[in-house]
């Protein structure tokens, strides 16, 4: 799956446009390494957003077409969540 429908799909950010235009400031990046919002993620990737002075980590755990709000946090785990002082 897209990265951008990833993020969108599993609600971590709210639309698909905001997840394409955080990747292409390079704030976004995949095992490592940044990434543009058509790079393809799977199962076990980590992921690792910029969002002004917050950095959120999250590991995919599943990937799906459609999921409901209640689930859609069963999608990732976080593993770091810190805010930088800029």
């Known amino acids: ?4 429908k990833y993020l969108k799909t599993a609600r971590i950010l709210k639309r698909r446009e905001a997840a394409k235009e955080l990747a292409l400031q390079g ?3 995949v095992n490592g390494k940044i990434a543009k919002p058509s790079t393809e993620v799977k199962e076990g990737d980590v992921l690792k957003l910029q969002f002004g002075s917050r950095i959120l980590e999250v590991r995919i755990l599943e990937i799906r077409k459609q999921v409901s709000k209640q689930n859609a946090s069963l999608l990732f785990e976080v593993l770091k969540e810190e805010r930088t002082e800029e």
């Not at 799956?1 to 951008?4: A, H, T, W």
């Open 1 to 4: 799956m897209r990265l951008d």
């Open 27 to 29: 704030r976004v990046w």
